[in-house]
Nanobody, 124 residues
Framework: QVQLVESGGGLVQAGGSLRLSCAAS????????MGWFRQAPGKEREFVAA????????YYADSVKGRFTISRDNANNTVYLQMNSLKPEDTAVYYC?????????????????WGQGTQVTVSS
């Protein structure tokens, strides 16, 4: 079993920054892809970013490219999402997820394990 625990959410003004953390425990993660998703009220959960645990290759949604950076710390089994130049439309619950099988990166159904989520609110 895999456990994912997010932290680092909060309230920030537009233009500000936050760093989210996802602490992973359980099985070895060498072959996993770790992703960040977000869900705003009344909207579907959407892909934000992903990183290959083994080689560090990263992927981003167009809406966050150039503003958000996903990274990992192998020694501490932690994945980060650095969010800069935040906008009110970034307001959502952010979820960390782990993908254990080959397949598409962006659909949420491709991910097997999920954290509980952390709220990010960006005020204008």
């Amino acid at each position: 079993q895999v456990q994912l625990v997010e932290s680092g959410g909060g309230l920030v003004q537009a233009g500000g920054s936050l760093r989210l953390s996802c602490a992973a425990s359980g099985r070895p993660f060498n072959n996993y892809v770790m992703g960040w998703f977000r869900q705003a009220p009344g909207k579907e959960r959407e892909f934000v970013a992903a990183i290959s645990w083994s080689n560090g290759v990263t992927y981003y949604a167009d809406s966050v490219k150039g503003r958000f950076t996903i990274s990992r710390d192998n020694a501490n089994n932690t994945v980060y999402l650095q969010m800069n130049s935040l906008k009110p439309e970034d307001t959502a619950v952010y979820y960390c997820a782990a993908k254990t099988r080959a397949g598409l990166l962006r659909p949420s159904y491709e991910y097997d394990y999920w954290g509980q989520g952390t709220q990010v609110t960006v005020s204008s």
